[in-house]
């Protein structure tokens, strides 16, 4: 079974409840398969920053089968900041070498199983004590199991409620899969 062969129906999302020292799991039972699908998620609200970030895993590991639906997918999550050219291009950058960074933000996707998560699909989104020093935006953190680091993504609260993604350092290198690493 593929990494989108199942439609994306959240399991559980732990919401926000305060600032400080904590991971929240945002949790989907099955994966999109297209646009109308991701639209459709409880999460694709944007309710809070949360799940925001976990969409934005979701959007780029569409990218390798759907280039298209997975630039559409980040446009809804950018909101009033449409993706610029500058970001599509990166997109095709950090792509043309590795497909396998974005599944890496599942739990249990490691080099050792090639990136493959454990079902239900649950992506970690963790704050500290100073995700919301600037008003307005919070910046999380995700941890690739594939980086000995957490990895940010910033969002910004627009004046309609909903968290927007505002930037993504999710792409950074990790850890080649086991079956593609010649070291492993």
Known sequence: MGLFDNIGTPVSTNAPQQSGNRTVDVTFARLPENFAEFAALPQAALANPFDTAALTVLALCFYPQDKDASIQMLGLLKGPQPLSAYE??????????????????????TPNNDYKPAEPYTVKVSENPYSYQEQGYAKLYL???????????????????????WEQFL??????????????
């Open 143 to 165: 941890q690739s199991g594939g980086a000995d680091s957490p990895r940010a993504v910033t969002l910004r609260l627009a004046k309609d409620g909903k968290w927007y993604l």
């Open 171 to 184: 792409l950074a290198g990790i850890r080649q899969p086991e079956s593609s690493n010649p070291w492993a």
């Open 88 to 109: 599509q291009q990166f997109l095709r950058d950090r792509f043309s070498a590795a497909d396998y960074v974005p599944r890496s933000y599942f739990v249990g996707a």
